[in-house]
């Protein structure tokens, strides 16, 4: 399968815990995106690569959210001191630009915390 | 601000006849729209996209027509079947760079 790879598929943590998750783009797209989903409501922006650089970051994502694309290949969204309000599907996309610009996203990794 | 919405919150059709799902965008620099469909605890599937140079462009069952004067964009599919029962959301591309999208639309298949 050569599309979009995001782990895990399902995280449950307690509140005040760190969680990490990670995504693996299609290979040879340099652009990496991370949304977040809720339940009845379409993904919104937090934060995307281009290569290795994060261009963009939503003001979604507080300074509990960090992000990284180290070699610009797969890139992990981590969350420090979870609340509940963190609850969420968080998404993973790439493209690659500007030769193509459609995004393809990933299964998601839901995120329960309790 | 930006927003992309949708006008109709569910669409039941029945299996066979063709559906039509409305959008619309407020950000007139939006260059490119796409269409995703998004099933039941999974990510969003594209289905098709549009620059904003073009009016109407097809693929397989499915249509997308803008209206850049109105900024309206709708998707049409073709003899609906039980498989597309889904939520489908418009997205806007706008300069920068990052796509921004709707609420979503439930299409339910009636057998």
């Known amino acids: 399968d050569t599309g979009v790879s995001q782990n895990p598929r399902h995280k449950i943590t307690k509140r005040g815990q760190n969680v990490t998750f990670r995504c693996d783009p299609i290979s040879e797209h340099n652009r990496l995106y991370w949304y977040r989903q809720t339940l009845g409501q379409g993904p919104e922006f937090l934060t995307y690569?281009?290569?290795?650089?994060?261009?963009?970051k939503s003001r979604l994502l507080s300074d509990r959210f960090s992000a990284e694309r180290p070699k610009g290949s797969f890139s992990t969204l981590e969350i420090q001191r979870t609340e509940q309000g963190d609850s969420a599907m968080y998404l993973c996309?790439?493209?690659?630009?500007?030769?193509?610009?459609?995004?393809?996203f990933g299964q998601g990794t839901r995120l329960t915390v309790v | 601000g930006e927003s992309v919405g949708l006008h109709l919150p569910t669409l039941s059709v029945q299996e066979g006849d063709n559906s039509i799902i409305n959008c619309a965008y407020s950000n007139s620099a939006s260059d490119y729209f796409i269409w995703y469909k998004q099933e039941s605890g999974k990510g969003p599937q594209f289905i098709i996209d549009?620059?904003?140079?073009?009016d109407k462009r097809q693929g397989q069952r499915v249509t997308v027509l803008l209206n850049k004067t109105v900024k309206h964009l709708s998707l049409q599919i073709a003899a609906t079947q039980p498989g597309d029962s889904a939520v489908y959301f418009c997205?806007?591309?706008?300069?920068?760079?990052?796509?921004?999208f709707g609420k979503g639309n439930q299409v339910v298949v009636i057998p």
């Open positions: 549009i620059r904003s140079n073009m």
């Open positions: 690569f281009q290569n290795e650089a994060q261009l963009e």
């Open positions: 996309a790439s493209s690659l630009v500007p030769e193509r610009t459609e995004a393809f």
């Open positions: 997205a806007e591309n706008g300069s920068n760079n990052r796509l921004a």
